[in-house]
Nanobody
Framework: QVQLVESGGGLVQAGGSLRLSCTASGITFSRHAMGWFRQVSGKEREFVAAITWAGGNSYYEDSVKSRFTISRDNAKNTVYLQMNSLKPEDTAVYYC???????????????WGQGTQVTVSS
């Protein structure tokens, strides 16, 4: 059974930082590209960031470039999202995602976590 478990969400003031973690089980983690998405209530889930299998390349949605950093530790089966200079518009439920395909992990991942709430106050 595949499980992606996110943690690290919470309430932070604008300009602050949070680090999200996602630990995977039930998959060969090093063979999966990993990603993060976010969703605001009433809106579609949107791509935030993705990272390749060994972590050599990463991709970001334009609005988070230079503020967010995705990384992974294959020894711990964990992917991270470091979020700096947070803005109120970053408020959303953040979801971890996995796929063996880099294209799919950025569009229609095979696996999803349950989500963690991030709230940025102004």
């Amino acid at each position: 059974q595949v499980q992606l478990v996110e943690s690290g969400g919470g309430l932070v003031q604008a300009g602050g930082s949070l680090r999200l973690s996602c630990t995977a089980s039930g998959i060969t983690f090093s063979r999966h590209a990993m990603g993060w998405f976010r969703q605001v209530s009433g809106k579609e889930r949107e791509f935030v960031a993705a990272i390749t299998w060994a972590g050599g390349n990463s991709y970001y949605e334009d609005s988070v470039k230079s503020r967010f950093t995705i990384s992974r530790d294959n020894a711990k089966n964990t992917v991270y999202l470091q979020m700096n200079s947070l803005k109120p518009e970053d408020t959303a439920v953040y979801y971890c995602a996995a796929s063996m395909s880099l294209v799919r992990v950025r569009t229609t991942p095979d696996y999803w976590g349950q989500g963690t709430q991030v709230t940025v106050s102004s």
